[in-house]
């Protein structure tokens, strides 16, 4: 018996450690928060101790922990309290949840909440003469999925003086009826004529979402993620959770860009990246939207939308956002954008080839979310720029999303390079994966399944989605742990299994690599570790 013994010992599985060498080991030991030695399960036995929890996996895989490099956590957390329609499947479920939640809680001035999903109406458009069959007497406000279109009733348009004379904001779009009243979907920048009204959570309902999505996303086997959109008031729960010890996610942080203020906000911003280090959290990002999302015609294209002059929605202009860009760069932001169409992804990395220009290079690790459509020319310039692709792989398979209202406006040409993950990775980029959560699932091993299957879940039985922009699933793993590491600056002590690294773990209930263990979006997590300290536990 070792006199030195580690404080926790797994032993007898299958320790993936997704190091260069891709090397895989029976046993891992963890001491004082860090990995102290990885082998053989016979060679390791003797630093088992009368102190040491030893567990044997009986063949199971054991991972890096998981980091998602591009999720909304304290929205996620908020679920709990308000009107949650993620679970939905129709529009008439959707309208009795409503009903249901608006009949619990008459103390609320306004009935808010997420989830409903475009593909439930004709078109993608909801329609507010539904909502106020349910809800009459109050406001009601509930984004979609992907947060790019809110549902509101007559009284929310009426609070926010809304009518058929009202212009669309530059970034957005009201939704209209064919004598141009507005029917009840506003689509991006127009979603704040009402969001704006809607009050705001309390600094304890703030803290709590992200306490109840740490937990959730823990129990996921998740160690690290990176917030895509903080703002003052999250930011304040993020540093009040940190500074008494209860944040035990890793957590990177974006500040919002404010479309609104222009460049004028850069000193708000350094002030608030100045406040963002505290215990386990870093804010070292800003995020920008540059257009939309397809399904309402706001994604950014090259060439029009299928049958019209439609363009998208660019929300800069291209010399205005390689202007942010290079300020932001200078400043020493990592910057994070939102780029769904070919046109935003191309205006995108044009602005990070100015910021080099005008700066030098430099190790930023900017990012571009979600690239749903990248031009073939684009997909080398990832590499060439060191931009990494934050990929959300859950998405790339044919839903009705993708069959109903994305396919038919985009036409067979952009068809062949929708979400083209495979070419990325070929053309040299580095991956890191995100879930986008609350706008889908945020489970690793479902996601993981799609990005190596582009075969929808879990209706396995459809067909896939260029499946020669399939990864390997190892590639898949590497993308979740280590490349999300990479965009996280968590690389050196995160990320993989080495020595003197730290013992961020996630152990699963079967060897993931194994072909006869079942799809590995049925995979569970049995348990996951944070500096050696079991922060899920279901052993």
């Not at 939640?101 to 475009?118: F, K, L, Q, V």
């Not at 549902?151 to 929310?156: E, K, L, P, T």
């Not at 959730?216 to 008031?233: C, F, M, N, R, Y």
């Not at 100045?274 to 939309?292: H, N, P, S, W, Y």
Request: glycine share 10%; net charge negative.
């Amino acid at each position: 018996m070792d006199p030195n013994p580690a404080d926790l010992l797994l032993t007898g599985g299958a320790v993936y450690t997704v190091d260069d060498a891709r090397s895989v080991h029976e046993a891992v030991a963890v001491k004082d928060g860090r990995i102290a030695a990885l082998g053989p399960a016979d060679e390791l036995a003797h630093l088992a101790g009368s102190t040491t929890r030893v567990v044997d996996l009986e063949g199971r895989t054991v991972l890096p922990g998981f980091q998602d490099a591009h999720l909304h956590p304290l929205d996620g957390g908020l679920l709990a309290i308000v009107c949650n329609l993620h679970e939905t499947e129709s529009a008439a479920e959707c309208l009795e949840v409503i009903r249901r939640y608006a009949a619990g809680h008459p103390e609320r001035d306004w009935i808010t909440g997420d989830g409903w999903s475009m593909d439930f109406f004709s078109g993608g458009n909801p329609d507010k003469e539904h909502l106020n069959a349910v809800v009459a007497d109050r406001p009601v406000y509930l984004e979609n999925r992907d947060g790019h279109t809110a549902w509101v009733n007559s009284r929310a348009l009426e609070l926010a003086g809304i009518t058929a004379g009202s212009s669309d904001p530059a970034d957005g779009r009201i939704e209209r009826g064919a004598e141009g009243e507005p029917t009840g979907a506003l689509h991006e920048g127009a979603m704040g004529l009402v969001g704006d009204l809607v009050p705001e959570p309390t600094q304890e309902e703030w803290e709590q979402a992200l306490l109840n999505a740490q937990a959730q996303l823990h129990a996921l086997g998740i160690t690290a993620w990176q917030d895509a959109s903080v703002k003052p008031e999250t930011l304040a729960a993020y540093r009040a959770v940190a500074g008494r010890g209860a944040l035990t996610m890793r957590v990177e942080g974006n500040l919002l860009w404010v479309r609104a203020r222009g460049e004028d906000q850069i000193d708000d911003l350094v002030a608030m990246r100045e406040q963002g280090t505290v215990g386990r959290l870093r804010i070292r990002g800003t995020k920008i939207f540059q257009d939309g999302v397809l399904e309402n015609f706001t994604g950014a294209l090259l060439e029009p939308y299928v049958g019209t002059d439609n363009l998208g929605l660019g929300m800069h202009e291209s010399e205005e956002l390689a202007r942010m860009v290079t300020l932001l760069d200078a400043h020493g932001f990592q910057v994070h954008i939102h780029t769904i169409g070919d046109r935003a992804v191309r205006e995108s990395l044009d602005a990070f080839e100015a910021a080099q220009r005008a700066n030098g290079p430099r190790d930023a690790r900017h990012h571009l979310a979600h690239i749903q459509l990248v031009h073939p020319d684009d997909q080398p310039r990832f590499a060439e720029l060191g931009v990494v692709a934050n990929a959300q792989p859950y998405w790339a398979a044919t839903s009705r999303y993708v069959t109903e209202l994305t396919l038919p406006f985009i036409g067979e040409e952009r068809a062949r390079y929708h979400y083209p993950f495979g070419s990325l990775h070929r053309a040299g980029a580095t991956l890191a994966f995100g879930s986008d959560w609350t706008v889908s699932t945020a489970d690793p091993l479902p996601q993981i399944e799609v990005a190596v299957s582009r075969v929808e879940h879990p209706n396995r039985d459809t067909e896939p989605l260029l499946p020669e922009e399939a990864l390997d699933l190892d590639t898949a793993v590497a993308a979740f742990t280590r490349g999300s590491a990479y965009v996280n600056f968590l690389e050196d002590e995160t990320g993989t299994i080495e020595p003197g690294k730290l013992a961020d773990l996630v152990v699963l209930d079967r060897d993931l690599f194994d072909p006869g263990a079942g799809p590995v979006g049925d995979a569970r997590v049995l348990l996951t570790l944070s500096e050696g300290e079991a922060v899920y536990d279901a052993f």
